[in-house]
Nanobody
Framework: EVQLVESGGGSVQAGGTLTLSCAAS????????MAWFRQAPGKEREEVAG????????YYAGSVKGRFTISRDPAKNTLSLEMASLKPEDTAMYYC???????????????????WGQGTQVTVSS
């Protein structure tokens, strides 16, 4: 059974940095999509960054482009999200998500991702 476990969340002041990690176990898919979603209270879940493991093509939401960096370490089977210049509006629960084998990645379509972690909270204070 595929398991995704996030870590690295916490509280930080505006302008600060945080790095989230997602450890994937029993995840055998080599051409698949892995992504970070977030959900703030009262808001819909949104994809902030995604990566296609076959080509390492990345996707970023406009609100985080230039500030967040997604990367994967296939040797350790981990997915990371480096977050810089954090803003209070980045405050949310962050989730790691993954698909099975796909030829392309759906963006901002959480229903297309069958595997999810439990989430890690990120709080940015002004």
């Amino acid at each position: 059974e595929v398991q995704l476990v996030e870590s690295g969340g916490g509280s930080v002041q505006a302008g600060g940095t945080l790095t989230l990690s997602c450890a994937a176990s029993e995840y055998p898919f080599h051409s698949a999509c892995m992504a970070w979603f977030r959900q703030a209270p009262g808001k819909e879940r949104e994809e902030v960054a995604g990566l296609y493991t076959g080509t390492l093509t990345t996707y970023y939401a406009g609100s985080v482009k230039g500030r967040f960096t997604i990367s994967r370490d296939p040797a350790k089977n981990t997915l990371s999200l480096e977050m810089a210049s954090l803003k209070p509006e980045d405050t949310a629960m962050y989730y790691c998500a993954a698909t099975g084998t796909l030829s392309w990645c759906p963006h901002n379509e959480s229903a297309k991702y069958p595997y999810w972690g439990q989430g890690t909270q990120v709080t940015v204070s002004s």
